[in-house]
């Protein structure tokens, strides 16, 4: 057992845990037995049987997500939890911690566009120093770039941010030969190299900003609870232009207090971790959270995408603490631009969640554990099963209107007018609703009772326009998600891998070809399903009309919420607006300063034809300098030679990423690349141009 006192007692996790279940449990009951007694009089048919397993799944998740809200706007409204991790007498008991109290700031990339990477970790550098507490600090790139060029850009980027800042020393940089087990391994290759230097560890992704007071605040807290192993920062979406992404990042931003309020109130010590914007105690972490390779192939085997939830399992089960800290403001990360980007992003994560079926039943996990396993897996798996219920619903309205009514049977002389269950069925869709707009309604509750907050907001009409605005947006978009969603299960059910490309994070407008190739067959399923419901069940078609607007119009809503102009028009107005575009935090000036100067140093090298490739003498110097002298089997050199005679004869157009890469990687063959392309064939043999 952990040798630290728990940061609460266990009767408080206990009663508020069992408050929420209760809560959860009795509003599920409710609802399932309204809809029950619609169809039990006449009996309950095998298709009916069915809809009521789907409904008791659907609404215990709406429930679930319902109450967490709802508690979290309980304990706002009475000025925030004061059993949060933040708000706690410290722990310590006074026994030394051996290691030494330093901290690495830790980001792993790959493939990324390292003018965004470096403009971001150059403005949290610079935050921290702000502080007057970088000493206890230390900063590492992680790369597990495999593009060559990128690579090279990322090489002399570092350097430049080391001597920027005199930080050589302080500054590290890496690029793995191999990228095994990903984001995961890149984390546990990082532990096991360099983990016994520091005694925290803060996780950063490739778009996370965070502010030098927030660091310090989570090694403070960690400092103040021994016996906490991670405390997660909430990271809220900004820097983002698109109207998609606006409207996501108003919402985060305005809903995101009751709901991580909520979560905070019944998972205490027993929280999760979201991978990025957290702060580790690195000896546990090291100890406990090496991740095992599942048998069998991807994508229920293999390599565990979802690493974070599993490893903060795993702490838990150790009997380490895990908090949520919802009083740690000053964490970023962004959002990507389009709808289309966005579902490509959930199919990752689609995939990692779905592959926690095998962790729900493997041994050695609590119920706790378990029940966070189906929660993610049930954030994906509930769209397939809304889909489902649509469908069921649909022909369960179409066999009610083909079935002639009985008035006259057995010995009544007076006709039985049948019953009407219209009341039952109108109060189980309103309750639904309800619970899925309510937790907005609180949200601008809320802000009414802190006028001096809805100025950030643009005000509270313009707050309360937003909300009205993002509702419908959400309406418009959740039935296109639910068919992509659907898609994703079905498919990795069908055993089909997406793998975990690099994320598109650049502001683009969709064109008319590239929103009908990924939409033109969901607004084909919405206008079929229109006419079909419409022609036999035509009193369905009035409920089903909502889904079937966000489906036809899937293709109109898609480009103009990709458009950039559209969302910087919409901030003009002051809709969805957010805190930090009102008054910008100081780190986001940085980043935006870091981002103009980048860019444009950028540009200048390219209208003066400069390179950072083999050709230039110091990306060339300081990549070599780089490289690790590795012995080079005859059979490897020989293909390495070949290689360059491709690359002279053919050009650098008929090697593949994973060729220039290789030439790249070895030191002799670097070497001669550079002379070749000093020899009068620059642009002809640089692998990376």
């Given at each position: 057992m952990v040798p630290f006192p728990p940061v609460l007692p266990r009767y408080v996790i206990v009663i508020r845990r069992t408050l929420f279940l209760i809560l959860v449990a009795v509003t599920t009951i409710v609802a399932l037995a309204m809809i029950t007694s619609a169809f039990q009089p006449n009996g309950i048919t095998p298709q009916e049987l069915v809809l009521l397993f789907l409904y008791t799944l659907l609404i215990l998740w709406i429930s679930t997500s319902f109450w967490t809200a709802t508690l979290g706007f309980w304990c706002l409204l009475w000025g925030g939890d004061k059993r949060g991790i933040g708000r706690v007498p410290p722990t310590a008991t006074g026994q030394p911690d051996p290691s030494p109290k330093r901290t690495a700031l830790v980001m792993p990339i790959y493939n990324e566009d390292p003018t965004r990477v470096f403009a971001g970790l150059r403005s949290i550098y610079q935050s921290l120093v702000e502080t007057g507490r970088s000493g206890e600090f230390e900063l590492f790139i992680l790369s597990d770039t495999r593009d060559p060029d990128t690579w090279m850009r990322e090489e002399v980027n570092w350097y430049r941010m080391c001597h920027d800042f005199d930080a050589h020393g302080k500054i590290f940089y890496r690029n793995r030969e191999k990228n095994i087990a990903r984001k995961s391994g890149n984390l546990e290759d990082f532990c096991h190299r360099w983990g016994g230097r520091y005694r925290y560890m803060i996780v950063l992704d490739a778009d996370s900003i965070m502010a030098g007071e927030t660091l310090v605040q989570m090694v403070e807290r960690m400092e103040?609870?021994?016996?906490?192993?991670?405390?997660?920062?909430?990271?809220i979406p900004v820097n983002q232009t698109s109207l998609f992404a606006r409207i996501l990042q108003f919402a985060s931003s305005f809903y995101s207090d009751v709901f991580i309020a909520g979560i905070n109130y019944w998972q205490l010590s027993g929280s999760g971790y979201w991978g990025h914007n957290a702060i580790i105690r690195l000896a546990p972490f090291t100890q406990h959270c090496g991740l095992p390779k599942l048998p069998g192939r991807?994508?229920?085997?293999?390599?565990?995408?979802?690493?974070?939830?599993?490893?903060?399992?795993?702490?838990?089960?150790?009997?380490?603490?895990?908090?949520?800290?919802?009083?740690?403001?000053?964490?970023?990360?962004?959002?990507?631009?389009?709808?289309?980007?966005?579902?490509?992003?959930?199919?990752r994560?689609?995939?990692?969640?779905?592959?926690?079926?095998?962790?729900?039943?493997?041994?050695?996990?609590?119920?706790?554990?378990?029940?966070?396993f189906l929660m993610g897996i049930m954030s994906y798996l509930s769209s397939p099963l809304w889909l489902m219920f649509l469908i069921l619903t649909g022909l369960e309205a179409y066999i009610k209107s083909q079935t002639m009514p009985v008035y006259f049977f057995g010995d009544n002389i007076f006709p039985v007018w049948p019953e009407s269950y219209a009341v039952e069925m109108t109060t189980v869709l309103l309750v639904t609703l309800a619970m899925l707009f309510l937790p907005?309604?609180?949200?601008?509750?809320?802000?009414?009772?802190?006028?001096?907050?809805?100025?950030?907001?643009?005000?509270?009409?313009?707050?309360?326009?937003?909300?009205?605005?993002?509702?419908?947006?959400s309406m418009l978009t959740a039935p296109v998600l639910m068919l992509y969603q659907s898609k994703f299960v079905f498919a990795i059910l069908m055993r089909r891998s997406v793998g975990w490309p690099a994320q598109n994070r650049d502001e683009h407008r969709l064109s008319l070809k590239e929103a009908t190739a990924a939409h033109g067959g969901q607004?084909?399923?919405?206008?079929?399903?229109?006419?079909?419901?419409?022609?036999?069940?035509?009193?369905?078609?009035?409920?089903?009309?909502?889904?079937?607007?966000?489906?036809?119009?899937?293709?109109?809503?898609?480009?103009?919420?990709?458009?950039?102009?559209?969302?910087?028009?919409?901030?003009?107005?002051?809709?969805?607006?957010?805190?930090e575009e009102y008054q910008t935090p100081r780190v986001l000036q940085l980043l935006h300063e870091n981002l103009a100067r980048g860019e444009a140093e950028a540009a200048a090298h390219a209208?003066?034809?400069?390179?950072?490739?083999?050709?230039?003498?110091?990306?060339?110097?300081?990549?070599?300098?780089?490289l690790p002298q590795r012995p080079v089997k005859k059979r490897q050199r020989h293909e390495l030679k070949a290689l360059v005679y491709r690359l002279v004869e053919e050009g650098p157009d008929k090697l593949s990423g994973a060729d220039k890469r290789s030439l790249i990687a070895d030191p002799e063959t670097l070497a001669r690349l550079h002379t070749l392309a000093w020899a009068g064939k620059a642009g002809e043999t640089a692998p990376s141009a």
């Open positions: 103040a609870h021994p016996r906490v192993a991670l405390i997660q920062s909430p990271p991807e994508p229920f085997g293999g390599e565990i995408f979802s690493h974070d939830f599993v490893e903060a399992a795993l702490l838990r089960e150790a009997g380490w603490e895990v908090w949520l800290d919802p009083e740690l403001k000053g964490s970023y990360e962004e959002l990507p631009p389009t709808l289309i980007d966005y579902a490509k992003r959930d199919r994560w689609c995939q990692g969640n779905l592959q926690h079926l095998r962790m729900v039943f493997a041994r050695g996990f609590s119920g706790l554990s378990r029940l966070y907005k309604l609180w949200s601008l509750l809320l802000l009414l009772t802190h006028p001096k907050d809805s100025k950030s907001f643009g005000g509270f009409l313009r707050a309360t326009l937003s909300v009205f605005l993002e509702s419908v947006f607004t084909l399923v919405g206008l079929a399903a229109g006419w079909v419901s419409y022609e036999y069940v035509p009193d369905f078609f009035l409920w089903l009309i909502p889904v079937l607007a966000g489906l036809v119009l899937a293709i109109p809503v898609s480009m103009l919420s990709s458009s950039a102009a559209v969302g910087r028009w919409a901030r003009k107005l002051g809709i969805f607006l957010i805190p209208a003066e034809g400069e390179t950072r490739n083999v050709a230039e003498p110091g990306a060339y110097a300081l990549h070599l300098a780089l």
